[in-house]
DNA sequence: ACTTTAATGATCAAGAATGATATCGTCCTA
DNA sequence: TAGGACGATATCATTCTTGATCATTAAAGT
């Protein structure tokens, strides 16, 4: 499934164009991400939760030289399934 | 964040009013499970991706018993961050 | 339909999530 | 608006993901 299966689905069960619901998808789309940027926790009951916690994994790998990396630390959105996506 | 600030952002974005703000956010909540209850792989570039795998951890802790207790086998959700979520 | 550009896969080691359950805190439906 | 239902938390050992890079696959904008 990709985002314009989302706009299809919008666009059969309502009376919106293709352009308006792609719109309604982008709207969607850009609040989640503010908030996350914002640091807020998502809380979709029934769905799913999205929190940002910090990362504390230092170091990665390079797999043609074959040697850890050094990493720089920064932030990780922690998903977590609801009680319908529990059980799927 | 919760779903009502989403419909909030709908509604403030649109013509729509509340309970048809809801309907289009519930759609696409509906179409999000169902897509993943038949396995299916979601990607939205640029927000983030969703994979269904399989469960391969076996057990877990009772804690009041302070002892491990095994575990039914099933499927997980992984969430992967696009490109606008990665440096966040 | 075509092009652009993001996502995936492979690699390894250490840090992190998973999983059951009861209680507390909070979303959201009636 | 209030209570009922769902989510967060803590616990520990094992499984799993993270992280950089580049080629390959594919999303999505034109």
């Known amino acids: 499934m990709i985002k314009n299966d989302i706009?299809?689905?919008?666009?059969?069960?309502?009376e919106f164009n293709r352009a308006k619901s792609l719109s309604i998808v982008e709207t969607i789309?850009?609040?989640?991400k503010e908030s996350l940027v914002?640091?807020?926790?998502i809380e979709i009951r029934g769905?799913?939760?999205f929190k940002v916690v910090s990362k504390k994994t230092g170091y990665g790998r390079d797999i043609r030289r074959k040697k850890q990396i050094?990493?720089?630390k920064g932030k990780r959105i922690k998903f977590k399934p609801g009680q319908d996506l529990k059980n799927i």
Do not use: G, R
């Open 38 to 41: 914002k640091n807020e926790k």
């Open 47 to 49: 769905f799913a939760s």
């Open 29 to 32: 789309l850009a609040s989640l």
């Open 7 to 14: 706009v299809l689905e919008i666009e059969k069960k309502s």
């Open 70 to 72: 050094k990493i720089k």
